[in-house]
C-alpha cells in the first residue's frame, strides 16, 4: 500500500487531481450510486437552484462504458505531459490557465447546449499538448496507426463524428476552438516544444500570488529559464551570476599574469 502511495504522490498535483476527480464522479455514477442527471451541467439548476456543483462535475463525468478507459488514460497522459513538461515546476500556472480554459469551455458550449464538458476538455487538452509538441514527432491511434501528433486532434474528431455523432464532434470543436485560443494567447505561435508563454495575453496565464503559495512556489520569471524538451537553457549572464553566488568560477582560469619586466 505504500509503494501505491508513494507512485499516486509522483503523478503532478494538477494532474493528479484531475484523474482522482475523473474517477471520483465517474464510478459512483457507473455503479448507480450517483443518479447521472445529478451531475451534468443544467444552466437553470446552476442559476436558478444554486447547483454550482454542476460545474465542477460536468467536466469529470466520463461516459457510462468501456470507452470511459480510453478516456481517462488521455486525460491522465495528455495533463501529465503538459505538466511534467512545459509547466515542470510552475503547477500553478497549470492549474489557473486550465481554471480559464474551463470557463470559456462553459462559455462556447452554450449555444450547443451541451450537458457534459469531458470531451470539450480532453480535446482541448489534447490540443495544446499537440500544438506544444516536437515538430514532426509522431504518435500512434490505439496503437494501431501512426500519424504526425499535429494530426492527432483532427484525428479524435473524426473518431468522435463516427463515435458519438454530430453532437459529440460539436464538443470536440469547441474543445479544440479553445484549445487553440490557449495556445495562440498564452503561448504565442511558433514556440514549438517547451519554451515560455509569449503570447499576447501571457500575463494573463500567470497564477495569482495565493494560489503560487499554495502550491508552495514562488515568482521566479525570467530566473528559471526556457526548457525546451529535455535540455534547460539558461542565459550567460543568468549562469554567471548564479556561479558567482555559489562561489564557482565560470569561464577559462587565466592564472594570475605577470608584469612585463618580472621574472
Not at 474517477?23 to 454550482?52: C, D, H, Q, Y
Not at 529559464?225 to 542565459?235: E, L, M, T
Request: proline residues 4%; contains cysteine.
Amino acid at each position: 500500500m505504500a509503494e501505491i502511495l508513494t507512485e499516486i504522490r509522483k503523478i503532478p498535483p494538477v494532474t493528479r487531481f484531475l484523474v482522482a476527480s475523473s474517477l471520483g464522479i465517474t464510478i459512483p455514477a457507473i455503479l448507480n450510486l450517483v443518479a447521472p442527471w445529478r451531475l451534468i451541467f443544467m444552466s437553470e439548476n446552476v442559476i436558478k437552484n444554486f447547483e454550482l456543483w454542476r460545474l465542477y462535475t460536468s467536466f469529470f463525468l466520463g461516459s457510462m462504458n468501456l470507452n470511459y478507459i480510453f478516456e481517462l488514460a488521455m486525460l491522465y497522459r495528455n495533463s501529465n505531459t503538459l505538466e511534467s513538461t512545459h509547466y515542470e515546476r510552475r503547477s500553478s500556472d497549470y492549474a489557473w490557465q486550465l481554471f480559464l480554459a474551463g470557463l470559456a469551455l462553459v462559455a462556447v458550449n452554450r449555444p450547443i447546449q451541451s450537458y457534459s464538458h469531458t470531451r470539450a476538455l480532453l480535446h482541448t487538452l489534447t490540443y495544446l499538448m499537440c500544438s506544444l509538441s516536437v515538430p514532426g514527432a509522431l504518435t500512434s491511434i490505439m496503437g494501431l496507426i501512426t500519424i504526425p501528433v499535429a494530426y492527432f486532434p483532427y484525428a479524435l474528431l473524426g473518431m468522435d463524428l463516427l463515435t458519438g455523432g454530430t453532437s459529440a464532434a460539436a464538443q470536440g470543436v469547441s474543445g479544440m476552438l479553445v484549445g487553440h485560443a490557449w495556445w495562440w494567447l498564452v503561448w504565442g505561435p511558433g514556440i514549438g516544444s517547451g519554451g515560455v508563454e509569449q503570447g499576447m495575453y501571457a500575463g494573463w496565464g500567470r497564477a495569482p500570488t495565493w494560489l503560487k503559495s499554495w502550491f508552495g512556489e514562488h515568482n521566479d520569471y525570467g530566473r528559471a529559464g526556457s526548457r525546451r524538451g529535455a535540455v534547460q537553457a539558461f542565459a550567460p549572464r543568468q549562469r554567471a551570476e548564479e556561479a558567482a553566488a555559489a562561489g564557482r568560477v565560470t569561464g577559462h582560469s587565466w592564472g594570475s599574469g605577470r608584469r612585463l619586466g618580472e621574472s
